[in-house]
């Protein structure tokens, strides 16, 4: 796991970068705005560890840039500032976690093992209902522990419902996800896909929504 970290007081930042390299992280540290900008790009880090008050560029500002350039990567702010608005704004403009400094360092390596378990389930891409586990990275659907295989259409139905449990996916939602434009669709294709869907999964693991479409329960 990469950690770059932003920090520009100098033994604040020695100290943890060692803290970090002993949990076994791969550290790369800038004390300015702008290198920390380059090394998003160029350190490729999994989490981000930003102090809020820079000596080039304010935080603020590199915490939106980070983020626009990165949607998902865990941004972790330190701040000296105590004021609440400051936080807010923090997690407003994208920040996943803050720590007001002074800090303890178990309690930052704390914060941090909690982004990084986030991460690594975001990663896995598995998707687990009850007793039905979808993995959209290797393809592969469990149902009560058996490898079931699925035609492709049947298998973008049921990922669309799956990842998006709990809403109500209409006809021509799914239709509009499983056809290019100007691909001959059946008019009961969806309805074809869900009947044969629901021969290989538990009963009543895909709702039907009477006159709107379909979903699944989170719960199953
Ligand atoms: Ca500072």
Redesign the pocket.
Known sequence: MKVLLV???RDLAEGLVVALRSEGLVISHVAHGADALKQVDQFHPDMVVL?????DIDGLEVLKSVRKAKPNIPILILT?RSALDDKVNALDNGADDYLAKPFEMEELLARLRVMARRLSTAITSQVTIGDVILDTAAHTLLVNGDEVRLPKKEYMTLKILMEEAGRVKTKSMLENSLYEWGETIGSNAIEVHISNLRKKLPQDFIQTIRGIGYTIRQSG
């Open positions: 920090e520009d007081d102090d809020l008050g820079l000596p000296a």
